[in-house]
């Protein structure tokens, strides 16, 4: 299936979606990945991509499982939504992820042409918006605070645990 068939959806028009309710469900759906991350012992941060209303990608951490520092949520979800599409940009996605993505998924995403992002939790230590320059795509629009506490919470119960 070319991943430009189908009735267009207003998220994949450069318009994103500024309906709540569709920020909150495709977010319950990366809250869902970050959970299977805490199950793990990783961090638990979870994301998936969205392209026409459909999710065409998931991801949520595997540093530990993969041994890999880049094994992000963001970046599987790139990986798989790419591979979904068969080709490298994702201009036509919405990247729903739990946690504020840091300067290297940033960066990932600037690359892959990505126009919308959602997150839930902001993140104050290492999230890209700590970096002065724009690191996201010049043309991607940003929802912040989806679902917020619930992903604040799922990482605050994961580092309250790791501390004991």
């Not at 959970?35 to 951490?61: Q, S, T, W, Y």
């Not at 990986?79 to 993505?101: N, Q, R």
Request: net charge neutral; with cysteine; hydrophobic share 40%.
């Amino acid at each position: 299936m070319a991943a430009g068939s189908g009735t267009n959806h207003a998220i994949c028009q450069g318009e994103m979606s500024t309906d709540l309710q569709e920020h909150q469900n495709f977010m319950r759906e990366a809250l869902k990945e970050a959970r299977k991350a805490f199950d793990l012992g990783e961090v638990p941060v979870g994301a998936v991509m969205v392209c026409k209303g459909k999710i065409i990608g998931r991801g949520h951490n595997q540093t530990e499982k993969l041994n890999d520092a880049t094994a992000h949520a963001e970046m599987i979800a790139i990986t798989s939504a790419t591979s979904w599409l068969g080709g490298k940009y994702l201009s036509d996605c919405i990247l729903y992820v739990t946690l504020e993505p840091c300067v290297m998924c940033a960066g990932a995403l600037n690359w892959s042409q990505l126009p919308g992002l959602v997150f839930g939790a902001s993140d104050k230590q290492r999230g890209y918006s700590l970096i002065s320059s724009p690191l996201l795509h010049p043309k991607a629009e940003v929802v912040k605070g989806v679902l917020a506490d619930e992903c604040s919470a799922l990482l605050q119960t994961f580092f309250a645990r790791i501390r004991k």
